[in-house]
Each structure stands twice: as structure tokens, then as C-alpha cells.
């Protein structure tokens, strides 16, 4: 089983299964993504396959499905290296590199995002 540390207050930690915080993830992705192409249509637009449809339209889309099954791929290799501060920060780098040959300035693949994932299913 693969696990992850979790500092909490008072210097303690408690140690979550990352299987278990797996299954909550596809739908935080839907909700970080839909909020960030409501904040950001001009991200939306980097994806040829997302131009045609609105932001409310995108989750029933055959491309978005496909899209966030790439993320869910991306998100479980990264969850389990986490501990392996090489392994993850070479996951985040190849991730970061991929983005930015599409188009997306460093400034606009912010790992914020990732974060932001874990923020919310912990």
C-alpha cells in the first residue's frame, strides 16, 4: 500500500492511503478545471478539442473524458512517488515540460494546481 505522510498541528502525522484519496479525485479535477476555464477562458482555448463548447458544456464532452483521464494517469504516477522527492519533482518537471510544448507559459501550468488537488480531497 502507498501512503502519504500528512503533517498536522501539533507536529503530528497521520499517515492517508493514497488509494483511498484516489477515488475523490476525477471530480475534483472537473470542479479545479471548470473554475479555472470560468477564470481563464483563454486556457480553454489552448485545447483545440474544448474550443467548440462552453465551459458548462465541457464535462458531458467526449474530450474532456479524455482529458481527464490523461490527469488522473499524471495525478495517480505523481501520487506515487511523493515520497520520492526525486522521482516527484522529475514527474512535476516532464508534466511542466509537456504543458509548456503545447503552448501553456510556465506562469500559466502552475503546480498550484496540484496542490490545490490535494488540498481539497485531504
Known sequence: MISTVSNLSGGDTCVIPFESLVNKV?????LVLSRLFTSHPEYKNLFKKFEQYSVEELP?????????????????????VI????????????LGREHIKRGLSRKQFDVSSFLEIFAYIW
Do not use: C, E, Q
Request: hydrophobic fraction near 45%; aromatic fraction near 14%.
Open 60 to 80: 458531458s464532452t467526449d474530450a474532456f473524458d479524455y482529458h481527464i483521464s490523461l490527469v488522473m494517469n499524471r495525478f495517480s504516477a505523481v501520487g506515487k
Open 83 to 94: 515520497d520520492d522527492n526525486v522521482s516527484f519533482v522529475y514527474l512535476l518537471k516532464k
Open 26 to 30: 476525477p471530480v475534483v479535477i472537473v
